[in-house]
Structures are given as structure tokens and as C-alpha cells.
């Protein structure tokens, strides 16, 4: 399978817990996005790396998040000290900025957080 | 920032009957225009996208068309099945603003079709 994967698919943590998640994007597109879904929402965007360099983040990511991409290549969501308002489906997305001019986004299956 | 609102939020069709779903968006500057299927447990598949130098784009079944004086987009799936059941997003994003490539997305259209 070559599209954009999640690890884990699920997360159940206790509020107060640091948590991290990991995706992997198309291997050859350069873009990787985090959104976060809420039930019955639209995905909400996060932040946005190209290559190894983020290059906008939402006023949605408080202090407590944090993302990464050091190699250009997969990246991890950090949040710390959950709280329940934290729960909710994280999703990423990979596109590629050569060839495709539209910049289309292809999305992973998300990971599903709950914070009792 | 930008605003996308969706409607309806839900709807019902007879399989074979055709489905409309309607975006509006706040920010004249938007110039791109994609439409998301979902699944239940997957992410959004993109299904057809339009950019604003268009006004109407067919892929088979499914067409979106653009109104870029009144600031709206809507999806068109004729001759609908079962396998069409899903949840609807549209979204818009300013294409060629640079270091801007975020999506902002309705809130989405349950589709259910009957058989």
C-alpha cells in the first residue's frame, strides 16, 4: 500500500498523559499536513511541513502541540498534557508540489484519540 | 480567514435519484476548490476538484460547477447507488498563496442513498 499511513490507529489516554502520533507520508510528495477532526465536523488544519520546514500553523495549535519532521520524510504530532477537549481524530496529509499543480491532498485513516 | 458553509447537513435519496450538495465561501481570493468523500473509519478521498478559472467539471456520474460572482461551488452526483452512502466535505483554499496551503473545509453532507 502506498498511500499515507497512521500509527496508531487508536489512542485511549488519561487526561494529563503526553501523547505522540506518527504518520508516514506518499513517499515521493514533499507536503504533510495534520488536521483535526471533530464528530459530525470538517477536518480543522493544524500545521504544514514542506520537506523538514513548517511552514504555517493554525492558531488551533496551542503550546501544548508540537510536530516534527526532521528528515523531510515522516513526521509526529506531540501533544502534551492531554486534556478531553483534545479528543478527536488526527489526521495527515501528504501532496506533492512538483508536477501537480492543484497540490492535491491525499489523507490517511487518522488516529483516533480519547482522553478519559 | 476563510469560512466554508455546507449544506444540508444530511440527506436522503432513492438509488437512481441524483444528489446536489451546496458550499459557500467568505474569501474572494480562494481559488481552489476540492470535494471530499468519507468513509466511516477512513480519511477524506478526494472524488473531484475544480479551480476557479472553471465553472463546471464532470468526472462520470459526479460534476462540481462554480459561481465565482456569488461565491459558491456545488457537487452533482447523478444516478446514485448504494456505494455512494458516505459523508460529503467540500473546501476551499487559496492556490497560489504562498506558504498558505491549508484546506478549509464545510462541516459536512451525510448521504444516504436507498435502495
Known amino acids: 500500500d502506498t498511500g499515507v499511513s497512521q500509527n496508531p490507529r487508536h489512542k485511549i489516554t488519561k487526561r494529563g498523559q503526553n501523547v505522540t502520533f506518527r504518520c508516514d507520508p506518499i513517499?515521493?510528495?514533499?507536503?504533510l499536513y495534520w488536521y483535526r477532526q471533530t464528530l459530525g465536523q470538517g477536518p480543522e488544519f493544524l500545521t504544514y511541513f514542506q520537506n523538514e520546514a513548517q511552514l504555517e500553523k493554525s492558531r488551533l495549535l496551542s503550546d501544548r502541540f508540537s510536530a516534527e519532521r526532521p528528515k523531510g520524510s515522516f513526521s509526529t504530532l506531540e501533544i502534551q498534557r492531554t486534556e478531553q477537549g483534545d479528543s478527536a481524530m488526527y489526521l495527515c496529509?501528504?501532496?506533492?508540489?512538483?508536477?501537480?499543480?492543484?497540490?492535491?491532498?491525499?489523507f490517511g485513516p487518522g488516529t483516533r484519540l480519547t482522553v478519559l | 480567514g476563510e469560512n466554508v458553509e455546507q449544506h444540508p447537513s444530511t440527506l436522503s435519496v432513492q438509488e437512481g435519484d441524483s444528489a446536489v450538495i451546496k458550499c459557500t465561501y467568505s474569501?474572494?481570493?480562494?481559488?481552489?476548490f476540492p470535494w471530499y468523500k468519507q468513509e466511516l473509519g477512513k480519511g477524506p478521498q478526494l472524488i473531484i476538484d475544480i479551480r476557479s478559472n472553471v465553472g463546471e467539471k464532470k468526472d462520470q456520474r459526479i460534476a462540481v460547477t462554480l459561481n465565482k460572482t456569488a461565491k459558491h461551488f456545488s457537487l452533482h452526483i447523478t444516478e446514485t447507488q448504494p456505494e455512494d452512502s458516505a459523508v460529503y466535505f467540500c473546501?476551499?483554499?487559496?492556490?497560489?498563496?504562498?506558504?498558505?496551503?491549508?484546506?478549509?473545509f464545510g462541516s459536512g453532507t451525510r448521504l444516504q442513498v436507498q435502495p
Open positions: 496529509a501528504s501532496s506533492s508540489s512538483g508536477g501537480d499543480i492543484t497540490d492535491t491532498q491525499y
Open positions: 513517499s515521493e510528495h514533499n507536503r
Open positions: 473546501a476551499a483554499r487559496r492556490e497560489l498563496d504562498k506558504g498558505r496551503r491549508a484546506l478549509t
Open positions: 474569501d474572494s481570493a480562494s481559488n481552489y
